[in-house]
């Protein structure tokens, strides 16, 4: 089906709009990943290092009744740093930004505990700001996206990818809505001044024929 199918209703994500069409979507930037990626290597280093130097003790102390008993507890802390890791990464790839041209949509997803979608429609989208300060942010090339609002406030969208383009991509749709919402309005308006007319010929027809009742009966 096209974007410019006339019924998109759920079709690439639930709640989709039936006269809505998806223009890009983003996730977060890879940076967000780094502290866990240095966190698990540390791990992962930390845990080689002990029995690549300490082969020879570690394996007689895991024989030993005490080892026994420990063995089970280091082994779950080993699974729940390997799965804490991988919970992480999915996460980073299920939330997401959907631009559509009609709102956008951000979507927060962390399995089993969160699925949050905040949504801002274009008629209440007042201005947008791009901020990419610091030395990283425009070496990474990420940034912040703050859009103020029709009721004041300021949504920040933070970890943009490439911010100077999905900035000027969320402005372009929002120019392209106001220009269809100026159109439906002038064709409204024009369907009113037709209509109008005719009201205005048939109330005056009416008027002309009660005039002539009252003539004739004064007769």
């Known amino acids: 089906m096209t974007p410019n199918s006339s019924n998109n209703k759920d079709l690439h ?18 940076i967000t990943l780094v502290p866990h990626i240095l966190v698990y290597g540390f ?34 802390l080993v699974t729940y740093g390997i799965h804490n890791f991988f919970i992480k990464l999915i996460n980073h790839f299920l939330s997401i930004v959907i631009i559509t041209n009609l709102r956008i949509i951000e979507v ?5 505990i969160k ?13 947008i700001k791009k901020e990419q300060n610091g030395f990283w942010k425009n070496i990474l090339n990420f940034g912040e996206l703050l859009i103020m609002l029709s009721s004041s406030d300021i949504q920040a969208i933070k970890f943009v990818p490439n911010p100077n383009f999905h900035f000027r991509l969320i402005n372009r749709a929002k120019i392209e809505w106001q220009q269809k919402q100026a159109h439906q309005n002038a064709n409204q308006q024009r369907n009113h001044q037709e209509i109008l007319p005719e009201n ?20």
């Open 13 to 30: 994500f639930k709640g989709q709009y039936a006269d809505e069409h998806i223009v890009a979507f983003f996730r977060g930037h890879w």
């Open 43 to 76: 791990f992962l280093a930390a845990i080689i290092a002990v029995f690549s130097f300490f082969s020879g003790t570690i394996i007689p102390f895991f024989v030993s009744p005490i080892g026994q008993f420990l063995l089970p507890v280091f082994v779950l």
């Open 108 to 112: 927060q997803k962390m399995i089993f």
């Open 115 to 127: 699925d949050l979608q905040n949504s801002l429609d274009m008629g209440v989208i007042q201005d």
């Open 200 to 219: 205005t010929t048939i109330a005056s027809t009416h008027v002309r024929h009660q005039l002539q009742d009252q003539h004739l009966r004064q007769k």
